[in-house]
């Protein structure tokens, strides 16, 4: 899952295909993941050590930061001379590049940094979120089957969406998403600071001053796993919630991508990532859980992620192969 998004996400980023789906050997896809570990070290370090000395996998960190950097410029040289030549942006560096034409502040090394995390922050989240959709569509039979019937509706005898209107037309592989980011939060918090003196309104009717420069910790989702009066059977995993809009997809406080100025900018992106991976392989495999590395867990690290989580993937090619005697596959 994880190269999937990356390589979704390099190509958004800098019009680069990694293609690491495909790769055999070592690559960025192997070094990205061991990042997100040293992150959350760094974010819960009582003091920034990597100042002083580092560890090695501060120096894997670093060696990581210069490769990606060593891509970045390659295509920044490319990106400007397409802008110079009036092209409009194709990708996101590109349309960083665009302002850096007319001399509006933006540094080279902002640009980078802007890459990076968009390259960081879209890998992960998505593919957790995917993985644990599997994970749902293994544990329920039932709701796999209405994925697989919607699918087959949607998609007729295509293999996989066309374009982004179809994704669109995937309702119920997108409840499932909603549903998942319900129960499994990837985003579960978020660490803020007042810059001001200010006072929130709780929902008990009473005021709480916070002086400026509080720690904050921002509970994205608090009680969406409890909540009967907006999710009766909470704990139960019912897409069938979202649908035709019974929910908002974003009612605070649930907010699983966030809300304010800082909001996900990657929020369509992701939904599109996701049920489009719950949608086609739903239809394509039976997916059956593998309990031999012990119960599914979540584990937080820089994210929230799934751990032991591991599938039986069945192809149900005889399935398609009869209904789709036009493009039967082997
Ligand atoms: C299921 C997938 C995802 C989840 C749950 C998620 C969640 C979040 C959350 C909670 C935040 C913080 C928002 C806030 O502070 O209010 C955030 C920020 C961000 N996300 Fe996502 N995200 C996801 C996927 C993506 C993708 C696919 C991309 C880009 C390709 C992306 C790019 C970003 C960026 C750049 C920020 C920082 C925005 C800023 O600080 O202004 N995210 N995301």
């Not at 894997?60 to 930061?65: I, K, M, N, P």
């Not at 907006?230 to 009612?251: I, K, M, N, Q, S």
Request: glycine share 6%; net charge neutral.
């Amino acid at each position: 899952m994880m190269r999937y998004t990356l390589d979704v996400t390099s190509g958004l980023a800098m019009g680069h295909d990694l293609n690491s789906l495909e790769s055999t050997g070592e690559g960025l896809h192997r070094r990205l993941p061991m990042l997100f570990p040293t992150f959350a070290r760094r974010i819960n370090s009582p003091f920034p050590y990597w100042r002083r000395f580092k560890l090695p996998q501060d120096h894997r960190l670093d060696a990581t930061v210069d490769e990606i950097k060593a891509l970045v410029k390659e295509h920044f040289a490319h990106a400007r001379t397409r802008v110079a030549a009036g092209e409009p942006p194709a990708n996101f560096l590109e349309a960083l590049v665009k302002p850096l034409e007319n001399e509006s502040g933006i540094t080279d090394e902002e640009v980078f940094g802007n890459v990076l995390t968009m390259l960081l922050a879209g890998e992960d989240t998505t593919s957790s979120t995917a993985a644990w959709a599997l994970h749902f569509l293994a544990e329920h039979p039932d709701i796999a089957a209405k994925v697989r019937a919607e699918a087959d509706e949607v998609l007729g005898d295509q293999r996989v969406p066309g374009d982004p209107a179809t994704i669109g037309r995937l309702r119920y592989a997108e409840a499932v998403v909603h549903e998942v980011l319900r129960l499994q939060p990837v985003a579960p918090m978020a660490g803020l600071q007042n810059l001001r003196d200010m006072t929130v309104a709780l929902s008990d009717g009473h005021e709480l001053f916070l002086p400026a420069n509080t720690p904050i910790v921002v509970l994205m989702s608090y009680g969406a796993r409890r909540d009967t009066t907006r999710f009766p059977d909470a704990d139960v995993f019912r897409p069938e919630r979202w649908l035709d809009g019974r929910l908002p997809a974003e009612a605070l406080p649930f907010a699983p991508f966030g809300s304010g100025p800082r909001f996900c900018p990657g929020r369509n992106l992701a939904l599109i990532e996701a049920a489009m991976v719950t949608s086609v392989l739903g239809r394509h495999f039976d997916l059956a859980g593998d309990r031999t590395a012990g119960m599914v867990r979540e584990r937080m690290s820089f994210s929230a992620y799934p751990v032991n989580l591991r599938l039986h993937v069945q192809a149900r090619r005889a399935a398609w192969n009869s209904a789709n005697p036009g493009s039967a596959v082997r």
